[in-house]
Nanobody
């Protein structure tokens, strides 16, 4: 059973940086598109950033210029570098991955990011 395992969340002050990582729990077929979503209390889950197998990235307007998504295809892992964090970035961040060969979509369990002074 493939699971996505996230790490790197935490409590930081405004202006700080965090790096999230997401990797499969077992060896599996290569993921095609991968991405990060977030859900703040009382709000819907929203796309933060996504990246294709060819490393083409897409960002939500609210994080452009501050966040950077990247991936390591050899490790089937996706990262989210978050800089200049703001209190509005506080949310549970979820990793997402599509697997073209099996036509399955996987989600991580979520990692909490809290930005507060």
């Amino acid at each position: 059973q493939v699971q996505l395992v996230e790490s790197g969340g935490g409590l930081v002050q405004p202006g700080a940086s965090l790096r999230l990582s997401c990797a499969p729990s077992v060896i599996t077929f290569r993921f095609s598109a991968m991405g990060w979503y977030r859900q703040a209390p009382g709000k819907q889950r929203e796309l933060v950033a996504s990246i294709t197998n060819g490393a083409s990235a897409n960002y939500a307007d609210s994080v452009k210029g501050r966040f950077a998504i990247s991936r390591d295809n050899a490790k089937n892992t996706v990262y989210l570098q978050m800089n200049s964090l703001e209190p509005e970035d506080t949310a549970v961040y979820y990793c997402n991955a599509d697997q073209a060969l099996t036509r399955r979509t996987y989600w991580g369990q979520g990692t909490q990011v809290t930005v507060s002074s």
